[in-house]
């Protein structure tokens, strides 16, 4: 991540507060300034127009999501356990204050241009990368069974943005508690696993 001045962190923080509640048409360079405390001269120099803010602001928020992702499967070690560790950090970064600020960001703009839409979501889309790689790699040694790995992703991710995600995205609810994830990652896991294991 580039070493930004103080000055430019509160510039880069105005506009993450700016772009997601307003969105990027709709803010303007004087509110960000206003809300950084900072000249709009300081703000030019450093940013000179709004959209080259706006990718900085993007970018910066998908570094820091990008550790969140970080999950491999490991062959011949318990599917359980590893489906469980995978929800646990998929719920970690279900629930990241970041992750949902660029979640509300990247759906703004993708309801304004089209163009800006395809661009967001294949930045997006980079960071549920491994999620999806995850379940290919299961799938390799087996342990999906008979199911197709971007359906049993699909099924798996979407359930966890279903019950986790959403209402915090959308209502801007508060996350769930800790009981609340431990109980979505159990009944979650025992439900994919009942499928996809074989009866005995």
């Not at 990718?55 to 011949?76: G, H, K, W, Y």
Request: charged content about 20%; some cysteine.
């Amino acid at each position: 991540m580039p070493d930004y001045s103080i000055k430019q962190q509160d510039i880069l923080k105005a506009a993450i507060a700016q772009f997601a509640q307003f969105g990027l048409s709709a803010t303007t360079m004087e509110a960000i300034s206003s809300e950084a405390k900072v000249s709009k001269r300081t703000l030019y120099k450093h940013f000179p127009t709004k959209d080259a803010l706006f990718d900085t602001v993007v970018s910066q928020l998908i570094e820091r999501i990008t550790p969140l992702t970080a999950i491999q499967f490991i062959p011949n070690y318990q599917f359980e356990s590893q489906l469980k560790h995978l929800a646990i950090s998929a719920l970690a970064l279900l629930n990241d204050e970041d992750y949902l600020t660029l979640s509300r960001i990247v759906m703004i703009e993708s309801m304004r241009s089209k163009e800006r839409a395809e661009s967001l979501k294949g930045r997006f889309l980079n960071c549920e990368k491994s999620m999806l790689q995850w379940f290919q790699d299961a799938a390799d040694t087996q342990c999906l069974g008979e199911f197709n790995p971007e359906f049993a992703a699909g099924f798996f991710w979407g359930g966890l943005k279903k019950l986790s995600y959403w209402e915090q995205t959308i209502s801007w609810k508060a996350p769930l508690n800790e009981a609340a994830l431990d109980e979505l990652v159990d009944q979650a896991c025992r439900i994919f696993c009942y499928g996809v294991t074989p009866t005995q």
